[in-house]
């Protein structure tokens, strides 16, 4: 185990010190913190103003799951070089039966010494090892480097604080009636929590009891897998590739189960005289043959019915697996998520896509841009990112995206304490201390704080789409004890563009 791993791999490839106090951020909510950071009392599930407000000097790093996987995987191939068999919970966690290392090595400490060397003579990361029945009581036991006997897990997790449940609403009830231990969850009768706390609650009473178990998946290795197939003649229609189609999938279904393995990124590549065309699909949960031959069919038909479809016939269909795991590996998830509202709503979706075409069903992904409406754009529903996708990529002055943006800014007044109209003039400079802010068909409301403005100035080297203005930030009083944060637009007149957390 390496603790905070998602905070230690964002500052390895970020410029602070790797000791600085530092959090990740996902949606303006920390899911990382650094130990020097947490010494500060910032905390996992704080909005990021609080987290700020308790940490002044916090590093704020963007939450980068790829990035997390990528670094990790040095320190899986130092724990395998040991040790077969060896399934990743999450970048930072991973775990292994160790019933065979221990009898191979002599001991539970004789392993952990000889992975910590391993890993130490292979990468630079501190980790963690624990032993102990069930992979949540050996997380625990990573973290204080632990050996917890058979039979003994309840009573090694009875004192433990119940933030280790890593459910931030389930959390603060439970805080809230006084449960403040893992023990003190375990005393309870079990038909009261799951009167009480939901399914949540059932889930933190199996943890705290040591009775849910998660099974432990090896990783698959890495294996090329691919179904390659000839067209002759060369298919210029969907219609001459029908049959094609549902033969390529067969034969890649076989193939992926017949090691044991499920597909959950498929690459579809196609090869004309001279030309190469090709798209990668994400599953939900995995394809199978239906799906594949689905998704196949709409690439195919989108390639030669599009304005820009290819100068000659498809010669060559290939199918490639580029993301595979265990066939296995399909099971109740380490929280107890099953996840099965989910997977029949992408059915469903998948269902109205294929009755409307491909390009029919978009959903909202995140996207590289300075202004909030420029950080979200419509992809078709399971497209993979293209390549040279610029989401990631640096945008210095990017406005933080606020909570809510607004679909269309709305127009609203800003007046200083005479009722005068506040403006920005040509140089950027405001003209008085805004003091009250009028709503289309709403009570005017008082202006507590602002900050700003800061002037925007885009593509000043193209006449027609060069965009130029200026931000500013307010924080109004709606009602007595509630207060807002709202992010202004100013071009010749103020808009409204969406509010903070």
Known sequence: MCPDWPVVAALSESDSAAAAPAAVMKGHRVVGVSVSARSQGVQVGMRQRDAQAACPELV?????????????????????????????IRPGLAVFAASSPVRYFGSEDAVAERLLDNIAAMTDVEAFVGFAEGIFAAAIA???????????????????????????????????????????????????????FGAEGVVAYR????????????RAPETVLEVRMELDPPADRIQYATAAIHTAAERFHNQVHGRG???????????????????????????NQGQVATRLRWQLEAWLTSS????????????????VAPASSRQLGLWGDTGDKHTRAAAA?????????????????????????????????????????????????????????????IPVALRDCDGAEVQISS????????????????????????????????????????????WAQIVVTDSPGVESALLLFYDRRWWLVGCYD
């Not at 997390?68 to 040991?82: G, K």
């Not at 409301?445 to 130029?468: D, K, L, Q």
Request: proline share 8%; hydrophobic share 45%; net charge negative.
């Open 60 to 88: 704020l790093l963007e939450h980068d799951p790829g990035r997390d996987t990528r670094l990790f995987e040095p320190i899986i191939a130092a724990v395998e070089d040991l040790i077969a068999g060896v399934a990743v």
């Open 142 to 196: 990573a973290i204080r480097q632990a050996t917890v006997p058979p039979g003994q897990t309840r009573a090694f997790l009875a004192d433990r604080d119940i933030a280790v449940l890593g459910m931030p609403q389930l959390i603060s009830v439970l805080r809230r009636c006084g449960i403040h231990t893992l023990g003190a969850i375990a005393t309870l009768p079990e038909q009261a929590v799951v009167t009480r």
């Open 207 to 218: 943890l705290a009891t040591a009775a849910q178990e998660t099974q432990i998946v090896a």
């Open 261 to 287: 393995l499920v597909c959950t990124v498929l690459r579809i590549d196609a090869t004309t005289t001279g030309e190469q065309l090709s798209r990668a699909w994400r599953a939900d949960d995995v394809f």
């Open 308 to 323: 820009t479809r290819p100068t000659a016939g498809i010669s060559v269909l290939a199918l490639l697996a580029e993301q």
């Open 349 to 409: 979706i998948d269902r109205v896509q294929d009755l409307l075409g491909i390009a029919a069903v978009t959903t909202a992904a995140p996207a590289g841009g300075r202004l909030p409406w420029d950080q979200t754009r419509h992809v078709v529903w399971r497209d993979e990112p293209a390549a040279g996708d610029r989401t990631g990529a640096p945008w210095p002055d990017r406005v933080p995206a606020p909570i809510q943006t607004f679909l269309s800014p």
């Open 427 to 470: 140089r950027h400079l405001i003209s008085a201390a805004p003091s009250i802010l009028h709503r289309p068909n709403m009570p005017e409301v008082s202006i507590i704080g602002w900050a700003g403005p800061w002037a925007m100035y885009e593509n000043w080297w193209e006449p027609t789409e060069n965009r130029h203005g200026a």
